[in-house]
């Protein structure tokens, strides 16, 4: 089984800045991609960013440019830095990883954190 634990939500003026965390535990080879997804009251889960293990990335348009993804293989960890936020960022924001448990490649999801934009 793996667990993927998010940190880092909470409420920030718009301009503010907050760093979101997702760490995964439990036994498996690899993580293929990590990334981040959000979901808005009455809007769809949607992709913010994407990170490959060799470091390659791919950001939502809306975000390009404010957030940044990154990851430490080593602690099996991604982190997204999101900066300049505005109230369109408002949502629960929602950690997943293509992990593979020893040549089966399963989808892990966190179990969200709140990010609040508003002054």
């Known amino acids: 089984q793996v667990q993927l634990v998010e940190s880092g939500g909470g409420l920030v003026q718009p301009g503010g800045s907050l760093r979101l965390s997702c760490a995964a535990s439990?036994?498996?080879?690899?993580?293929?991609?990590m990334g981040w997804y959000r979901q808005a009251p009455g809007k769809e889960r949607e992709l913010v960013a994407a990170?490959?293990?060799?470091?390659?990335?791919n950001y939502a348009d809306s975000v390009k440019g404010r957030f940044t993804i990154s990851r430490d293989n080593a602690k099996n960890t991604v982190y997204l830095q999101m900066n300049s936020l505005k109230p369109e960022d408002t949502a629960v924001y929602y950690c997943?990883?293509?992990?593979?448990?020893?040549?089966?490649?399963?989808?892990?999801w966190g179990q969200g954190t709140q990010v609040t934009v508003s002054s």
């Open positions: 997943n990883a293509n992990v593979n448990l020893f040549g089966v490649i399963y989808d892990y």
């Open positions: 439990g036994s498996f080879f690899s993580i293929n991609v």
């Open positions: 990170i490959t293990s060799g470091g390659s990335t």
